[in-house]
């Protein structure tokens, strides 16, 4: 028999806490640690991203046994029920100081994203949202925003080096000249996050990893607002394009990333 969904809700926002804890004892050199390139330009790893995972692994093991999980560094196998963990989202801005990074995790049960955490630690700020339940900051209920013109817009645009820069280029042009703002702050899923609690009114990626991607998106759906739909044909493990966006906006922006 499956735990129920508060259950899970409740284990998740208190595993996001505690690994947000551990994380941010290394990024503020309590525990001290070197960045390491992972091999492609600009994409950091550390004992930080490491030990929190492993960190995760063991409480989910402790809890949910019978339970799949797949995390950014270790990896892992995707089952009935699976727990998507990014322990550090936005590890270039996490190894440089910049205050802009997360811990994220999700509960997918047979393809359906269940639940989401995502913890804010440096600004101790929990995103949390269940299937059919809403999202909420810090128990608070969030909403996505009520934007409805391009010309009024804040989106952020993610980009990393393997995607194509030329076609990223070509859309952060078209949106610019539809008059909107156009931003990245190198974490994926805390922007999916500030998404879903309206601050800002998109976020776009022609391609996202399902541990940057699964609880962002689950916190916009809850929050009232659209996604594409996620991940594409070859399952949660491949990923696939994010569209999260203010309703009244998602039909413009699909449309002009042909997505």
């Known amino acids: 028999m499956t735990s129920p969904l508060p259950a899970r809700l409740e284990f998740a926002a208190a595993l996001a806490r505690e690994a947000g804890a551990l994380a941010l004892?290394?990024?503020?050199?309590?525990l001290d640690y070197s960045p390491e390139s992972k091999g492609d330009p600009q994409d950091w790893v550390s004992i930080a991203d490491r030990s929190v995972e492993a960190l995760c692994r063991t409480r989910l093991a402790e809890a949910f046994a019978d339970d799949a999980m797949l995390g950014e560094e270790g990896g892992g196998t995707v089952g009935e029920r699976t727990w998507v963990v990014d322990p550090i989202d936005g590890t270039l801005n996490f190894v440089h100081g910049?205050?802009?990074?997360?811990?994220s995790i999700a509960f997918v049960?047979?393809?359906v994203r269940k639940v989401a955490a995502i913890y804010d630690a440096p600004h101790d700020e929990l995103f949390t949202a269940?299937?059919?339940?809403?999202?909420?900051?810090n128990g608070h209920p969030i909403r996505a925003?009520?934007?409805?013109?391009?010309?009024?817009?804040?989106?952020a645009h993610g980009y990393v080096y393997r995607h194509d820069l030329d076609a990223h280029l070509r859309l952060r042009r078209r949106l610019l000249e539809s008059g909107a703002e156009v931003k990245d702050h190198g974490a994926g899923a805390l922007m999916l996050a500030h998404?879903?609690?309206?601050?800002?009114?998109?976020y776009l990626e022609p391609h996202?990893?399902?541990?940057?991607?699964?609880?962002g998106l689950l916190l916009v759906e809850e929050a009232g607002g659209r996604v594409l739909p996620y991940p594409g044909a070859s399952g949660l493990r491949a990923g696939g394009a994010v569209l999260a966006s203010a309703?009244?906006?998602?039909?413009?922006?699909?449309?002009?990333t042909g997505w």
Not at 130 to 137: D, E
Not at 145 to 155: K, N
């Open 208 to 215: 996202m990893h399902p541990w940057d991607a699964t609880a």
């Open 130 to 137: 269940a299937a059919g339940r809403g999202a909420s900051a």
């Open 98 to 103: 910049i205050r802009y990074w997360c811990v």
């Open 195 to 202: 998404v879903a609690a309206g601050r800002f009114d998109a």
């Open 25 to 30: 004892r290394y990024f503020n050199r309590e």
């Open 247 to 256: 309703a009244a906006l998602y039909e413009r922006l699909q449309a002009m």
């Open 109 to 111: 049960e047979n393809g």
């Open 145 to 155: 925003s009520s934007c409805a013109t391009l010309d009024r817009a804040l989106l």
